[in-house]
């Protein structure tokens, strides 16, 4: 019995000393001077509080209230000396000026992280008077991502809201082990280069239950993307998951392995995209599977586009040099907004070559659609509506 009580005892003693460790071991950004009042310019302090959190030599929560938060640019710097949470139960929102965020490119910058997770809230960029400027074609600022990731490693990413981005939403760029869960990204149909993920430089990133409605790509695939993981996925209105713009550069790393699975298109331009420069490069893309697909009403549900060069400026009568190899399209199922549902436009010099459609069922306003193939090689199998063209 006596033993009994003493490890009881010792069982609280040790649960109070955890919490209160663990207590003391949450850095508030409230303590540093921040204002959840939505007018106060908090970036000092939450720069203060990364300083700390960054130095703290046990894992550490950085805890953002809730509040109204309102930042400028504010760059999150590591190597750190520990693992890091950050908590957010507030909205963070941009100051109203756009130009405060100026040309800095990145609105909330983690660079050279690890083990860095981010939880929860809101960020609302307030991106409209910028996209107005750039659409009046005056003289604007290049426009802020609202959150980067560069040259991190072991990120997770959840329950985060993003609004209104200047430019694309979330970007994860130069990274390892990246879990990306649960965001959901709004931004009107058509705001300007509004992509909602952005990966690029990057090897093994997860991305899941995601619901991203914005004017440009839901998910943008870049150079250098390697063993991509995207499941539950609703994309639209948007430009779609596209894969690219690759080959802009001669010499540019090019995409492997790549899986969106168990996802949904509705009334997005297009479905699953790959596009690339008319340019010669290095570049290739190898190893895609789309798998249990369904689309509602998309402009361009299968597309490849090798001939890619906008304006006709700094490409005509070239070729993309953009090789594609192995993509497969298993159990894709819907309806398309316009009458070519499938397009294959490969590069005559690099050919399209081991493309798989397997159960392919997509119609045009109740009737058959199209397909077209140019340049493309592969198997057709199981139900292939519209009708294959695939060599
Ligand atoms: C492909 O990527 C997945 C993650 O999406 C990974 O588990 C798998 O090992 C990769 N395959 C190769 C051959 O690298």
Redesign the pocket.
Known sequence: MAKLILSCILFFTFTALFSLSNAANTINVIKYGAKPDGKTDSTQAFVKAWVAVCNSAQAVTMYVPQGRFVIRAVEFRGPCKSKINVQIDGTIVAPGDYRALGNTGNWILFIKVNRVSVNGGTLDARGAAFWNCRESGKNCPEGARSITFNWANDIKISGLTSINSQAAHVVINGCNNVMVSNLRLNAPDQSPNTDGIHVQTST?V?ITGTTIKTGDDCVSIGPGT????MERIQCGPGHGVSIGSLGKDANEAGVQ?I?LINSAFTGSDNGLRIKSWARPTTSFVRNVVYQNIQMRNVENPIIIDQNYCPNNQNCPHQTSGVKITGVTYKNVQGTSASKVAVAFDCSPTQKCTGIKLQDVKLSYQNRDARSTCKNSGGTTSGTSMPNSCLK
Do not use: A, D, P, V
């Not at 390697?226 to 993981?229: A, E, G, I, V």
């Open positions: 093994g997860t390697r063993n991509l993981w392995n899986t």
